[in-house]
């Protein structure tokens, strides 16, 4: 589950030629976000792409992305969407560590969790679980 040392998700068919297309599931992300999908071989360099908008709906949208993948040796695939907070009606900003919180970044590899991460308005990065946020 998104590791070099498991046991793969996926297993790319023989013959498969590059670029390759990843498909991209995603809810409560806003419509229109973009994800950036790298690729980390065992050995060797990063590869990235960004994907098209995700279309759909909120509760459930996608999006694909097409990129050069290693063919001989494992990767791991991480998807990551940066997006801004944007304040329901009626309520205030949200804080993290005593700065407002202006972006949230969500990262996830397949059948891993998801890992939130709150950007401040003076571009401080702070982990959702390791906050103490308040309306």
Same mark, same amino acid.
């Given at each position: 589950?998104?590791?070099?040392? &498991?046991?793969?998700?996926?297993?790319? #068919?023989? *013959?498969?030629?590059?670029?390759?297309?990843?498909?991209? %599931?995603?809810?409560?992300?806003?419509?229109?976000?973009?994800?950036?999908?790298?690729?980390?071989?065992?050995? *060797? !360099?990063?590869?990235?792409?960004?994907?098209?908008?995700?279309? *759909?709906?909120? &509760? !459930? !949208?996608?999006? %694909?992305?097409?990129?050069?993948?290693?063919?001989?040796?494992?990767?791991?695939?991480?998807?990551?969407?940066?997006?801004?907070?944007?304040?329901? &009606?009626?309520?205030? #900003?949200?804080?993290?560590?005593?700065?407002?919180?202006?972006?949230? =970044?969500?990262?996830? %590899?397949? *059948?891993?969790?998801? =890992?939130?991460?709150?950007?401040?308005? !003076?571009?401080?990065?702070?982990?959702?679980?390791?906050?103490?946020? =308040?309306?």
């Amino acid at each position: 589950m998104g590791s070099i040392l &498991a046991a793969p998700d996926i297993l790319l #068919p023989v *013959g498969t030629t590059n670029p390759v297309t990843v498909t991209l %599931t995603a809810s409560n992300i806003p419509l229109g976000t973009s994800i950036l999908v790298t690729a980390t071989p065992q050995s *060797g !360099s990063k590869t990235s792409a960004i994907s098209s908008g995700l279309a *759909g709906t909120v &509760a !459930s !949208s996608t999006a %694909t992305a097409t990129l050069t993948l290693s063919l001989t040796q494992v990767s791991v695939l991480t998807a990551t969407a940066t997006f801004p907070l944007v304040a329901s &009606a009626g309520t205030g #900003p949200i804080y993290a560590e005593g700065e407002e919180v202006k972006w949230v =970044r969500v990262s996830s %590899t397949l *059948g891993g969790s998801s =890992r939130v991460v709150f950007i401040t308005a !003076s571009g401080k990065e702070v982990p959702a679980q390791q906050t103490a946020w =308040r309306q």
